[in-house]
């Protein structure tokens, strides 16, 4: 796996899990918004400079390219990284549980 920094920031996180499903730029922007609950809207700039740094990281490939639109999907880099951050933040929030016992 080439990506080895962590945390992962949340724009990275929210679109590799958007990309369980393969999808283009367009529609991800609407999934990512779907798989958050409506908290992230992501817009264009945001979400190329991202897939650029995923692509680059080894953590999606581009399954289509018609020219007009790409098809991004997940590799198993991406998905071993979003299984990893994934188990960070469920940690994070186990850690917190000493903020419900003092209140």
């Known amino acids: 796996m ?3 920094s962590s945390p992962m920031t949340e724009a990275m996180y929210y ?3 958007a990309l369980m499903n393969p999808n283009h730029g367009y529609q991800l922007m609407a999934a990512i918004e779907q798989v958050s609950n409506g908290r992230i809207k992501m817009g264009p700039g ?3 400079g ?3 740094r995923l ?3 080894e953590m999606i490939v581009i399954l289509n ?3 007009r639109r ?3 999907a997940i ?3 991406g998905r071993t990284a979003l299984n990893v951050e994934y188990k960070r933040l469920k940690d994070m929030i186990q850690d917190g549980v000493i903020l419900e016992e003092r209140s």
């Open 2 to 4: 080439s990506y080895t």
């Open 15 to 17: 679109i590799l899990l």
């Open 46 to 48: 945001t979400l190329y």
């Open 50 to 52: 991202v897939l650029t």
């Open 55 to 57: 692509q680059k990281d």
């Open 65 to 67: 390219d018609d020219g």
């Open 70 to 72: 790409k098809t991004y």
């Open 75 to 77: 590799t198993e880099d």
